[in-house]
């Protein structure tokens, strides 16, 4: 289970690492859209908007997680690379406790606020019933959902990419067939989706238990680990809060342009929620490269061996800003088709491709700054990361967004186009913040 990547060729590193990742991603966005889909073929378009804000909620909490997740992953990596086993331990110990009492307070906290936060959303008058309905049944399965993710966590800082690939397809596969179920025969609607995800999460998670309990000696887990210890969960938190924060910040950023295309109208509302979900499917290579950046980055960095974690950095960089590149000119030719797979409604399918259009230019500028936030958190310099991304959302992608809305209010692509001038912006300061800390190492080495 356990792998360490501080020897051999980096690219094969990343390669080994990253695509049992990318699979798992792309099983996770495809048991996201999968609601999307299944209730566009039996609901109108306020059933599908629905699940499109109700989703998009569900998402921004989940990312927080795996954000704050990040933290365990680097402390366990960075173990594991200084082959520190007792401290391995103590990491996966203090991570369940620290992170099962953080989903119970969260699970009450959203149950009380479901009314408040579709507000929130300017959902439109026609879909408010159903996404409170779907937002109640996916807060009541909190739990499961910390509970996967955490999981992965764990498995990813110990260099095991491939068992949170299995998660997922438990969970990918019970999902699409329950929505069958409760969407299809049953025609629950909203709640269907909810019910679909929520239920299959649970599933998904005791798959992962039973392969724990199977590996618990090779963990080396012991009865102390769970006892909480401040200076183990103070430097997860370290690193951790700040990642969450900024996917936190991120997910803001795009509810609040969610709000600015719901004020629009209905297919407006409808366009921008399927587009996130199918931006979400194309971030698949700039998303494993950030969790393969920090966790293989983390594990050398344990092991004494920073240029190493440097060399990881600069290949994910090309990874992701070549196939960026690549998917920015395709998807100029077939946006329409990509949007009409979720939607049969001709006004939605137009709006959907405008956005998609300008959006798509932003998969190339994230995965260079997904990829140096990725190194930023293996360094222990996670607030670096959120540094970049407020700078990006408060001067361009918000404001760029209300601005497109409001000058351009018969296209969505000048708002696309906003989401990618942010995350340039995000990519100018990651290098400055790169070079500063390449000045800082030089140094200490001159006073060293």
């Given at each position: 289970m356990e792998r360490n990547y501080?020897?051999?060729?980096?690219?094969?590193?990343?390669?080994?690492?990253?695509?049992?990742?990318?699979?798992s991603y792309f099983l996770q966005t495809l048991y996201g859209m999968a609601d999307l889909f299944i209730i566009g073929q039996y609901e109108n378009v306020a059933g599908t908007t629905a699940v499109s804000i109700g989703s998009q909620v569900?998402?921004?909490?989940?990312?927080?997680?795996?954000?704050?997740?990040?933290?365990?992953?680097?402390?366990?990596?960075q173990a594991v690379g200084g082959r520190n086993r007792r401290r391995m331990a103590e990491n996966i110990g203090n991570t369940t406790v620290l992170f099962m009492g953080l989903s119970v307070v969260l699970?009450?906290?959203?149950?009380?606020?479901?009314?408040?936060?579709?507000?929130?959303?300017?959902?439109?008058a026609e879909a408010v019933a159903g996404a409170r309905r779907y937002l109640t049944v996916c807060f009541l399965g909190i739990p499961f959902i910390t509970a996967y993710n955490i999981i992965s966590s764990i498995f990813r800082g110990m260099g095991d990419s491939k068992s949170p690939?299995?998660?997922?397809?438990?969970?990918?596969?019970?999902?699409?067939?329950?929505?069958?179920?409760?969407?299809?025969?049953?025609?629950?609607?909203?709640?269907?989706?909810?019910?679909?995800?929520?239920?299959?999460?649970?599933?998904?998670?005791?798959?992962?238990?039973?392969?724990?309990?199977?590996?618990?000696?090779?963990?080396?887990?012991?009865?102390?680990?769970?006892?909480?210890?401040?200076?183990v969960m103070g430097q997860i938190l370290k690193i951790g809060v700040p990642v969450a924060l900024q996917d936190g910040?991120?997910?803001v950023a795009f509810i609040l342009i969610t709000i600015i295309a719901n004020r629009r109208g209905l297919t407006d509302a409808a366009a921008v929620g399927i587009v996130e979900k199918i931006i979400s499917f194309l971030f698949l290579v700039p998303s494993s490269m950030l969790s393969t950046v920090s966790a293989l980055g983390a594990q050398n960095i344990?092991?004494?061996k920073p240029q190493?974690?440097?060399?990881?950095?600069?290949?994910?960089?090309?990874?992701?800003?070549?196939?960026?590149?690549v998917m920015g000119v395709a998807v100029q030719w077939i946006a329409e088709g990509m949007v009409g797979l979720f939607t049969a409604d001709a006004a939605a399918t137009a709006a959907g491709g405008q956005y998609l259009r300008g959006y798509i230019w932003d998969c190339a500028m994230a995965g260079v700054h997904f990829s140096?936030?990725?190194?930023?958190?293996?360094?222990?310099?996670?607030?670096f990361s959120f540094l970049h991304n407020i700078v990006a959302v408060a001067l361009v992608r918000v404001p760029g967004a209300y601005l497109a809305s409001r000058l351009f209010p018969e296209t969505l692509f000048p708002m696309g186009l906003a989401t990618a001038l942010g995350s340039l912006v995000s990519v100018l300061v990651c290098v400055g913040l790169l070079m500063w800390m390449r000045r800082k190492s030089r140094e200490a080495a001159l006073h060293g």
């Open positions: 501080t020897e051999g060729s980096v690219p094969k590193s990343i390669l080994r690492f990253s695509l049992p990742y990318l699979l569900m998402h921004m909490l989940t990312v927080m997680i795996v954000g704050l997740a990040m933290g365990s992953t680097v402390t366990i990596a699970t009450a906290v959203l149950l009380a606020c479901v009314g408040p936060i579709v507000g929130v959303m300017s959902t439109p690939m299995l998660f997922i397809a438990v969970a990918c596969a019970c999902n699409i067939a329950l929505d069958y179920l409760f969407m299809g025969a049953l025609r629950l609607g909203p709640v269907g989706a909810a019910l679909g995800t929520t239920l299959s999460q649970g599933i998904s998670v005791a798959f992962s238990l039973g392969m724990i309990y199977r590996r618990r000696r090779e963990m080396q887990l012991q009865r102390g680990d769970f006892r909480p210890k401040r200076p910040l991120i997910q344990g092991a004494g190493r974690a440097l060399s990881t950095l600069k290949y994910a960089i090309g990874i992701a800003l070549g196939f960026g590149l140096c936030s990725g190194y930023f958190c293996a360094c222990g310099r996670s607030e």
